[in-house]
């Protein structure tokens, strides 16, 4: 099927357990009654599209930056006082471009052993990554949230100037923002 599927279509995909396939919900009304199948949950009926794995990788978007400071927006070069402010700088940017962020590694100098010093860090978009489902997608029911996201921010330790650099950069999604799906956790 080259059916394209629009932006304004609802993203609620769940991985089967081929590799071939992905089910999907989607709200499509160009789509025709035969590209559908109909799938019995009890007493509800749910659409189910099958389409084939490079069908469902949805092109990078930029995020939506309307309305944000271009301060407020990262860039590669970027300078911190802290590794605390580089973290909150991108929690706060990812809160208005509405998804979350965790951090997903943070080297240590090892020169010194005695103490533990970060050097970088790298903060990813909360859907990065990719997790086959172990159930039938028609019986899940907490959905699969990553989406091979490539969004992300690499910060370092620029040890000659004392603070903390943006040295690498990512604004990239391969799934759409949405305030519904962020859930912003806070220590």
Not at 121 to 127: D, I, K
Not at 148 to 166: E, G, I, P, S
Request: proline share 4%.
């Amino acid at each position: 099927m080259d059916q394209a599927i629009s932006e304004e279509a609802s993203y609620d995909t769940a991985y089967d357990d081929s590799d071939q396939y992905n089910s999907c919900d989607v709200n499509v009304p160009s789509l025709s009654e035969d590209d559908t199948q109909h799938v019995d949950k009890g007493k509800e009926s749910v659409n189910v599209i099958q389409v084939e794995d490079d069908a469902m990788t949805v092109n990078p978007e930029l995020p939506d930056h309307t309305g944000i400071p271009i301060d407020e927006i990262p860039y590669v070069g970027l300078r911190f006082v802290s590794l605390q402010r580089a973290q909150e700088f991108y929690s706060n940017y990812a809160k208005k471009v509405d998804f979350v962020t965790r951090i997903r590694n943070t080297n240590f100098d090892k020169t010194r052993k005695d103490s533990k010093i970060p050097i970088n860090q790298s903060l990813h978009c909360s859907r990065e990554g990719y997790r086959e489902s172990r159930v039938k997608a028609a019986t899940r029911v907490k959905r699969i949230t990553t989406a091979r996201c490539k969004a992300r921010m690499y910060v370092m330790l620029d040890r000659q100037k004392d603070n903390w650099m943006v040295s690498k950069l990512e604004l990239k999604h391969t799934h759409p923002c949405s305030a519904k799906q962020a859930v912003h956790y806070t220590e």
